[in-house]
């Protein structure tokens, strides 16, 4: 079969918004369903690659392009995207990923490409290094396996959900993330979808230190028990003064509330990872982030915010 065959998306390239869950479970998933989730290290890594590229932009109120193949799953909001879970073994594989990335990068669309050691063919990053692709970002995968510890939030620091009263905090954040690409206008209506999800499938919080908005972090509880704490942020003013620790603390004991029996988290190699290791975290997973130019998140993480 030819290479080019293959990349014909059709429908499977598709535009949702947060009231249609585009969401398909990758063969993992369904085998843990099937089988009933065993919590070893090897099932935990599957599922930490797994919450990082099936999770749906639309959840927090994003409009979404959805890919989803059996070798690739692709989700794009607009200003970033993930791409991941490449699982193909054909002849020729290195025309046959140059096909691919041309097909699902089209137009102005930039991925962080997750790899980790399970993706196929075995040598698909030195593939991709050839494609002129670099790596961009390193995150640890790491599960809480006790949620009775619990930092507590610290000394002014107050956390508060995502409301419409907020809203306008919550924008400049996005702004950020988005490397000032999303308007306000834009970020406004972001907002407004998420405030409509009902019942919601991400929660969204805001850290406040006295009247300011200093940081915000997003929560999802998995159907199978696991409270997936998808990413948090810190404006660099505020660092050092407790927010991340309360917003981690803030939404373990959602998890505890919600029954949760851990929590996972991709946790940015040089920055967060260290902070949760020392809460009790532990290492399942690496996880590695190629792209052909560093995307506008991969940027932020240092200049601006702590992602991840």
């Known amino acids: 079969m030819k290479a080019s065959s293959l990349l014909t998306l059709g429908d499977r390239d598709k535009r949702s918004v947060p009231t249609v869950d585009t969401l398909h479970p990758s063969s993992h998933a369904v085998a843990s369903q099937e089988k009933g989730w065993k919590t070893d290290d090897a099932a935990l890594a599957r599922e930490v690659e797994r919450l990082l590229i099936e999770y749906s932009f639309g959840w927090e109120g994003y409009v979404e392009w959805v890919i989803d193949r059996p070798e690739v799953t692709a989700r794009w909001n607009g ?60 995150w640890d995968g790491l599960v809480l396996d006790d949620l009775s510890a619990n930092p507590g939030l610290r000394p002014g620091v107050t956390v508060e959900s995502l409301c419409k009263e907020n809203a306008l905090a919550y924008c400049d954040f996005l702004r950020l993330l988005s490397d000032e690409r999303m308007s306000r206008l834009e970020a406004l209506a972001c907002v407004q979808r998420y405030l409509q999800i009902d019942p919601k499938e991400a929660q969204i919080w805001l850290a406040r230190v006295g009247s300011q908005a200093a940081g915000f972090a997003v929560l999802r509880i998995e159907p199978h028990g696991f409270a997936y704490l998808r990413q948090a942020a810190t404006l660099p003013e505020f660092r050092n003064q407790g927010v991340y620790l309360s917003l981690l603390s803030h939404r373990l004991s959602i998890a505890r509330e919600m029954g949760c029996t851990a929590a996972l988290v991709q946790a940015m190699t040089a920055t967060s990872a260290p902070i949760l290791r020392k809460r009790g975290f532990r290492k399942v997973c690496s996880l590695i982030g190629y792209a052909r130019t560093a995307p506008a998140a991969a940027k932020s993480d240092n200049r601006k915010t702590n992602m991840l």
Do not use: H
Request: glycine share 10%.
């Open 79 to 138: 200003y970033s995207g993930f791409a991941g879970c490449l699982r193909f073994d054909v002849a020729e594989s290195g025309r046959y990923l140059s096909a691919l990335l041309q097909g699902i990068e089209r137009g102005k669309r930039t991925y962080t490409w997750v790899l980790n050691p399970d993706a196929t063919p075995p040598d698909v990053i030195n593939l991709m290094q050839t494609l002129g692709y670099s790596q961009v970002a390193q």
